[in-house]
């Protein structure tokens, strides 16, 4: 069924520290998984993305982690910044007509 | 590249009234889009697949009649909310992937905060 979020879980870092967000989804037959960042009153930003074909996958400061025993994701942002402040979201691929389900969010609080 | 126009960014109705979101992709074709609904501090939902040229696909528990969906060109996906209510009021945000990339991400526009008053 479709995700669907209760109040969002939140993270607070200190700048300059690692974080690391995780992430649960449903579907084990889900094939590709994509992180998204939102900021207040704008729509997602893609981040990174991975498919199920892989474990770990790196981009600039972003590392995403895929674990498909335990059906879990995460991202990890390295040296954190305060414009890194946003709510982050994994979207998993749940078919063929390729419409994405996300996760339910997790809000990050970058602490100058 | 890959831009998601969306317009109006807020709009303020009448309970009763219909609204007409837009949602464009300016620099791609996007034979199909995705709209997505968002309540304060929740995820996206879902809500339904628009596909050019034809019917969209709707998600269980979104009422078709209520938000109709017109995907008349490979650019322009247009989401009404008909005969609007109070609890109809939320952030609707669109997105769209570019035509032939196949698994690839979705671009999002900037979202419009509905409110009925």
């Known amino acids: 069924g479709e995700s669907v979020g209760l109040h969002l879980p939140t993270l607070s870092v200190q700048e300059g520290d690692n974080s690391i967000i995780n992430c649960a989804y449903s579907n084990s037959a889900s094939d590709y998984f994509i992180w998204y960042k939102q900021e207040s009153g704008k729509g997602p930003q893609f981040i990174i993305d991975i498919r199920s074909n892989m474990d770990k996958r790196q981009g600039q400061r972003v590392t995403v982690l895929l674990n498909k025993t335990v059906k879990h994701l995460s991202l990890q942002i390295a040296a954190t910044q305060p414009g890194d402040s946003a709510v982050y979201f994994c979207a998993e691929n749940m078919d063929q007509g390729g419409k994405l389900i996300f996760g339910q969010g997790t809000e990050l609080s970058v602490k100058p | 590249g890959a831009v998601v126009s969306q317009h109006p960014s807020r709009v303020i109705c009448k309970s009763g009234t219909s609204v007409k979101i837009e949602c464009r992709s300016l620099?791609?074709?996007?034979?199909?889009m995705f709209w997505y609904r968002q309540f304060p501090k929740q995820s996206l939902m879902l809500m339904a697949t628009?596909?050019?040229?034809?019917?969209?696909?709707?998600e269980q528990g979104v009422e078709k009649d209520k938000f109709l969906i017109n995907h008349a060109s490979l650019t322009l996906s247009t989401l009404t909310v008909t005969s609007a209510h109070p609890e109809d009021s939320s952030f609707y945000i669109c997105?769209?992937?570019?035509?032939?990339?196949?698994?690839?991400?979705?671009?999002f526009g900037n979202g419009t905060r509905l409110t009925v008053t």
């Open positions: 628009s596909n050019e040229g034809s019917k969209a696909t709707y």
């Open positions: 620099d791609f074709q996007a034979t199909t």
């Open positions: 997105s769209a992937r570019i035509s032939g990339t196949g698994t690839s991400p979705l671009h």
